[in-house]
């Protein structure tokens, strides 16, 4: 598995809840290890110019301190996960800046033993500039390609309702990565099936050019199409839920139990 990657594929989006809607859009994501951070802005710094950039304050807590300390600060306190005790890698997949413009509906931050997959962490944006935490975690059990459970408590999209839970599921391999997330409503019927997938290619051997010849100014693009498709769901008169208050807690906890496709 390479320390510094480019993920190029798509992300499929498909509801059923009043009128259906899907849609499949071309992304390429950073996937990289946290212990390389300062060689990742290096490369993005030579190679990358302006195109692409990566900032750590915009991640975890929005310090400007080392990415590698901050999120391994971020797991001894909200997760009591140890380094050399529960893991001994992290990885980042994340949308990078384009021309210094960045939004990441969601982070996500994989824990490594060895080859197994220990923990995942899904940091969630909203349009309303909030954020919120899945900590996904067995204790002993590897979690590439496990259904993994847990309960919405966070709102992302005025057309689904809080009440509900997630599936999750990673697939992961040393030149592929795949994470999909699943919604249920309250009567455990499946209202969303998204995902992101896609291929791993060295940061080193991507020419800019290229990127921008297959995927334009991607970044801003996430947010224009949000809206787009919100616009849609609008006109086929979807039912629509009132932003509702914060979470008590900025972490929500998730297993293996109960899980479903």
């Not at 009440?163 to 455990?188: C, M, W």
Request: glycine share 4%.
């Amino acid at each position: 598995m390479s320390g510094l990657s480019i993920l190029q594929g798509h992300v499929y989006h498909s509801r059923s809840e009043t009128a259906s809607n899907s849609f499949r859009y071309p992304i390429f994501n950073l996937y990289f290890s946290v212990d390389e951070t300062e060689k990742l802005n290096h490369i993005l710094s030579k190679r990358y110019f302006r195109l692409l950039s990566f900032s750590s304050s915009d991640y975890l807590d929005k310090n400007s301190g080392s990415l590698k300390d901050e999120i391994e600060a971020f797991a001894a306190k909200n997760f009591q996960f140890i380094r050399g005790k529960n893991y001994d890698r992290i990885f980042l997949q994340t949308i990078p800046k384009m021309f210094g413009y960045v939004f990441n509906p969601v982070n996500f931050w994989y824990f490594f033993t060895g080859e197994n997959l220990s923990a995942v962490m899904c940091e969630v944006n909203n349009t309303f500039g909030e954020k919120h935490y899945y900590w996904l975690n067995e204790p002993a059990v590897n979690l590439n390609n496990q259904w993994i459970t847990a309960q919405k408590e966070f709102h992302v999209s005025p057309f689904f309702p809080i009440n509900g839970q997630y599936k999750f599921r990673f697939e992961l391999s040393p030149t592929s990565v795949t994470a999909h997330i699943n919604f249920f409503a309250a009567d455990q019927s499946k209202r969303l099936i998204t995902w992101i997938k896609g291929d791993l290619s060295a940061l080193d051997e991507i020419s800019p050019v290229n990127l921008i010849l297959q995927y334009g100014w991607m970044t801003p693009l996430v947010v224009l199409r949000i809206h787009m498709q919100a616009i849609k769901l609008y006109f086929k008169k979807v039912k629509f839920f009132t932003k509702p208050d914060l979470p008590k807690n900025d972490v929500t906890y998730g297993n293996t139990h109960g899980e479903k496709k």
